[in-house]
C-alpha cells in the first residue's frame, strides 16, 4: 500500500480487505494496517459507534444496575487514573419507547483509530420472569436430581447435599401428612395401610369378577389380575401372623401397630422418592437414612439422660425420627420443611428460580423462555437496523450468558441466509471457511486462534461494507455486525446438565445402569451435529466448509447457521471454583464444551493471585481490596470488550487457559 493519503487507503478498503498472513512470529503489524483502513472507511458516510449490550443475570435484577457495573469496570472509574477525562451521558432510545432502559453514550475513546463512541445498552428481561412460586424451584431441584451426580468435578458435593435435603423433605412430608390423619381418624395407626390397602384389594377382585365373566374377550386381562390377587393375598397373610404372634397387651401395641407407627412415613417417603426422583433419588435417599439414623442414636442418648429410670426398651421403640410414635418427628419435619422454606425465600426462588423457569420445559416456562428470547432477539435487531454501528460487543452474565448464546443464534439463523454473497466477503472469509480447525481439537494453537479472530473481526468489517453498498431495497443484504461474545462466570459451562436430556428410563433399565454423563454428551454431539448448537469453531458436516454450505437449489455457497463462531469471537472470563464456595461456582471453562477456539480466561480478585469467597458477582467490582482496578479481573474484562478495536482482544489468547487443564473436564 503506498504511503498515500486517506484517500489511497479508502480505495484499497473498498476492493477487498486485506490479507492477514499468521506464521510462528505472528505480529499486529497487518492488523494495524488494517485498523487504520477501517479508520479512513465509513459505508455509510456517517461515523460508525460501537454498540456494547449488556445481558444480566439471574436474581431481582433492577433496570440498568449490570449495565453501570459494567461501565464502572471498563470505562468510568473514579479512582482509576486511566480514566480521567472520560465522559458519559444518559439518554432515552432513539424511538422513545422506554425511559426505564436508557443507553449511556461515551465521548471519544482514547486510542481508537477513528476517535468513535460507545453505547451501552442492556438487555433487561427480569421483568419477564414473573414471581417463580415455590413449587416450580422444587420441581426442577426434582428433575436435576434425576439425572444423577454429573456436575463437573467439584460440583457433585452440592448435587448430594441437594438430593439428600430433598429425601429428607420427602420424609418430613409424610410424616406430617400421616401424623394428620392419624391425629384426624383416632384410631390406630395401621389402619392408614389396611383401609387403603383392602380399598385396592377389592377393586382388583371386582375387575378379575368382570375378566372372567368376559370369558375369551377379557382373557389377557384375567391372567394378570389373578396374579395380582394372588400376590395381594401375601401381606394379609403376613398381617394375619404378625396379629397373631405379636398381639399386644395393656397399654402395648400389637406387632401390626408397632410396625406401621415406625415404618410407614419411611415407606411412604421411600416409594416417593422413587417415583418423582428415580434411581438416582434411591442412592441419596440411602444417605437421608444414614442421617436419621445418626439422629436416633443422639436421640437415644438424650431419652436415657432426661430419663434415666425409664424402660430401655421404651426409648428404643421411640427413637426412629421418622416414626409416627416417635416425640420428635413432627419437630424435626417442621424444622427441615422450615429450612427449606428460609431458604427459599432468601436464595432459590430470587436466584434459581429464574434458572428453573428457563430451563424446566413446562407449557408455562415455554411461553417465558419465548418471551425472554423474542424481547432478545428484537433487541440485537434493532442494533443492526439502527445504522449507527459497525460494531456490537455482547456482553453476558451468569444465567445471561445462556440468554445471550440463545438470542445470538437466534437472529444468526435468521439473517443468515441474507447476508451478502460469500463472494463479495473477501479471502479472510474464504480462508475461515477452508480452514481445518474443529471445536473438539484441543491441540488448537495459539497462531491459530489469533489467526481465526483477525480473520473473522476482517470478515465482520467485509460484511458491512457489502451491506452498506447502495443497492435496490429488494435485494439489500443484512449485516452481521457481532464482533465479540463475552462470558462472566457463564452458566453454560453447566450445559451438558442443564440444557441436555439423557436416555429415558426404560432405556437405562434395559441396559442395566444408571443414567451417565455420557448420555448427555451425546445428545450436546447430537445438537451440534444438527446445528442447534453452535460451537467455536463451527462443526465441519459432510463436506461443507466452515462458514458455508452449498444451497442445493441454486448451487452457490451460503453461509449456514452453524457459522455464528466463524465471524464472532468467544471471550469467557472466570474465578475459578475453590471448595465450592471460594471463587465462582456457577462459572468455569467453555472451551471443553463448546470448542477450544473459545478462549477461557481465569482470573483472580488479586495480582497476587489466591480466591475470595463467593465472586460470582465481582467481575465488574472496582472495589475489591487491595488492588482495586489493577486487579487481574478488571484488566482482563477491559481487554476482553477492547473498546478501542486496536486488538487487545487477540492478544488476550497469549494469557488464555491451556487446554489440557481442562482435560476430563
Avoid at 397373631?244 to 406401621?260: H, M, N, S, V, Y
Avoid at 436415657?304 to 419435619?333: C, E, K, M, Q, Y
Avoid at 430451563?359 to 440485537?380: G, H, Q, Y
Avoid at 478495536?645 to 489440557?660: K, R
Amino acid at each position: 500500500m503506498p504511503a498515500g493519503s486517506a484517500t489511497s487507503l479508502r480505495k484499497v478498503r473498498l476492493v477487498s480487505p486485506p490479507v492477514v498472513v499468521l506464521n510462528r512470529s505472528f505480529s499486529l503489524t497487518s492488523f494495524q494496517i488494517w485498523i487504520s483502513a477501517m479508520a479512513e472507511f465509513d459505508p455509510a458516510t456517517v461515523r460508525k459507534r460501537t454498540a456494547i449490550l449488556v445481558v444480566h443475570g439471574i436474581g431481582s435484577q433492577r433496570a440498568l444496575e449490570t449495565v453501570r457495573g459494567v461501565i464502572r469496570g471498563v470505562w468510568l472509574d473514579e479512582k482509576n487514573p486511566a480514566d480521567k477525562g472520560k465522559r458519559i451521558w444518559t439518554h432515552p432510545e432513539r424511538d422513545g419507547s422506554d425511559i426505564d432502559l436508557a443507553v449511556m453514550t461515551t465521548n471519544r475513546v482514547p486510542d481508537s483509530p477513528d476517535g468513535r463512541l460507545v453505547d451501552f445498552h442492556e438487555l433487561y428481561w427480569a421483568h419477564l420472569m414473573s414471581e417463580t412460586k415455590a413449587v416450580a424451584v422444587l420441581l426442577w431441584l426434582y428433575e436435576l436430581v434425576r439425572k444423577g451426580p454429573i456436575m463437573k468435578l467439584g460440583m457433585n458435593g452440592l448435587w448430594w447435599a441437594a438430593a439428600i435435603f430433598l429425601c429428607l423433605m420427602n420424609l418430613s412430608f409424610a410424616v406430617l401428612v400421616l401424623q394428620g390423619i392419624f391425629l384426624f381418624s383416632q384410631n390406630s395407626a395401621q389402619i392408614m395401610v389396611v383401609a387403603p390397602y383392602l380399598l385396592l384389594f377389592a377393586s382388583l377382585v371386582l375387575g378379575f369378577a368382570v375378566a372372567k365373566s368376559w370369558g375369551e374377550r377379557a382373557s389377557r386381562l384375567a391372567r394378570p389380575l389373578a396374579i395380582s390377587l394372588a400376590l395381594g393375598l401375601v401381606p394379609i397373610a403376613v398381617y394375619v401372623v404378625v396379629g397373631i404372634c405379636f398381639p399386644g397387651g395393656e397399654g402395648k401395641p400389637d406387632g401390626a401397630e408397632f410396625l406401621t407407627q415406625i415404618g410407614l412415613p419411611t415407606l411412604i417417603a421411600f416409594l416417593a422418592t422413587l417415583l418423582i426422583m428415580g434411581k438416582q433419588g434411591k442412592r441419596a435417599f440411602g444417605r437421608a437414612l444414614i442421617i436419621s439414623l445418626m439422629m436416633s442414636i443422639i436421640f437415644i442418648a438424650a431419652d436415657r439422660l432426661w430419663h434415666w429410670d425409664a424402660p430401655f426398651t421404651s426409648t428404643l421403640i421411640r427413637s426412629w425420627v421418622w416414626g409416627l410414635n416417635s416425640p420428635w418427628s413432627v419437630a424435626a419435619a417442621s424444622a427441615v420443611i422450615g429450612l427449606y422454606l428460609i431458604i427459599n425465600a432468601a436464595f432459590l426462588q430470587p436466584y434459581l428460580g429464574d434458572a428453573a423457569r428457563y430451563f424446566r420445559n413446562s407449557p408455562a416456562n415455554v411461553a417465558v423462555r419465548r418471551a425472554i428470547r423474542k424481547e432478545a432477539v428484537d433487541r440485537l435487531a434493532n442494533l443492526h437496523a439502527s445504522g449507527q454501528y459497525d460494531r456490537i460487543v455482547v456482553v453476558a452474565h451468569s444465567l445471561g450468558t445462556v440468554v445471550a448464546y440463545d438470542m445470538l443464534r437466534a437472529y444468526f439463523s435468521r439473517v443468515c441466509n441474507e447476508l451478502p454473497p460469500v463472494e463479495e466477503l473477501g479471502t479472510d472469509f474464504d480462508a475461515i471457511d477452508s480452514a481445518a480447525w474443529q471445536p473438539e481439537d484441543a491441540k488448537a494453537t495459539i497462531e491459530d486462534k489469533k489467526a481465526l479472530r483477525i480473520k473473522a473481526r476482517a470478515t465482520i468489517a467485509s460484511i458491512a461494507a457489502a451491506a452498506a453498498k447502495p443497492m435496490p431495497q429488494q435485494h439489500k443484504p443484512k449485516s452481521w455486525l457481532v464482533t465479540d461474545f463475552v462470558t462472566l462466570g457463564s452458566a453454560l459451562t453447566h450445559a451438558y446438565f442443564l440444557m441436555c436430556l439423557g436416555k429415558t428410563a426404560a432405556d437405562l433399565k434395559a441396559e442395566g445402569r444408571l443414567n451417565t454423563e455420557q448420555d448427555l454428551k451425546d445428545d450436546f454431539a447430537r445438537r451440534v451435529g444438527e446445528r442447534e448448537f453452535p460451537t467455536c469453531p463451527p462443526k465441519r458436516l459432510d463436506r461443507d466448509g466452515l462458514l458455508t454450505f452449498t444451497n442445493p437449489k441454486t448451487h452457490r455457497k451460503q453461509i449456514h447457521n452453524g457459522a455464528l463462531f466463524g465471524l464472532t469471537r468467544w471471550s469467557n472470563i472466570y474465578f475459578p471454583r475453590r471448595q465450592l464456595f471460594w471463587g465462582d461456582a456457577i462459572g468455569g471453562a467453555l472451551s471443553p464444551i463448546f470448542g477450544y477456539h473459545i478462549v477461557d480466561l481465569a482470573v483472580s480478585t488479586r495480582k497476587a493471585g489466591g480466591d475470595d469467597f463467593f465472586t460470582h458477582t465481582a467481575y465488574w467490582d472496582v472495589r475489591r481490596a487491595p488492588d482495586t482496578c489493577q486487579a487481574p479481573h478488571i484488566v482482563t474484562l477491559r481487554k476482553a470488550i477492547d473498546l478501542a478495536d486496536t486488538g487487545a482482544a487477540i492478544d488476550l489468547v497469549d494469557e488464555g487457559d491451556d487446554p489440557s487443564a481442562h482435560d476430563g473436564n
